[in-house]
């Protein structure tokens, strides 16, 4: 059987970089330096619409922006690592759940060089329901798994906070347990 022969493509880093199968961001100071085709696809985005713009043009809101920022912050690992699911935003407007993982080049100073990848999960989850931002954030960490303790803490609010968030989401997806709201998130 003969082989079909390719032509000869040459590989270095900004070609793997570009053509990478997921999105990919280079920043400082939590401004876009560089990305890649993917994230412009993902957030339906022209080049300059985002490099040289601050993360925050992602968020659904200022405030979900400076809340992740300080998160991230808080629990960056000693490694330099963090990854969570979030909601983000395209430039057209529409939210869409989104997994973030990323290294900041110094765990001491997260957010003075970093480099992140975004993975679009809009295929498998779904935004039906109109949540508020708080509740975004909250039903992200409950699809992960979280306790009401660990989610307070990781927001910095009480847990009976927390429950009345949650049962909040519940009424809002028709759910009657908590194991059925993650469902229903997942599933929405």
Known sequence: MARATAMPIDLDYRTAFDLAPIGMILSRHR?????NRRVLEMFR????????????VMYP???????TGARIVASLGTDGCY?????????????????????ALDAGDPHAAGIWSFED??????????????????AALLIDGATSKQIG???SISPRTV??????????????????????????
């Open 45 to 56: 985005a022209q080049r300059d619409e985002l490099v040289g713009q601050s993360f925050e």
């Open 153 to 155: 803490k990781r927001l």
């Open 31 to 35: 401004l876009v330096v560089d990305c």
């Open 83 to 103: 990854a969570d699911d979030r909601v983000m935003k395209r430039s057209d407007g529409e939210l869409f759940w989104c997994h973030v993982s990323g290294r």
């Open 121 to 138: 999960l809009s295929a498998r989850r779904v935004l039906k329901v109109d949540f508020t931002a708080r509740e975004r954030e909250i």
């Open 61 to 67: 809101s200022a405030d979900e922006y400076e809340r």
């Open 163 to 188: 429950d009345v968030y949650r049962g909040r989401l519940m009424r809002k997806v028709g759910a009657s347990t908590t194991p059925e709201l993650v469902h229903r998130l997942l599933s929405a």
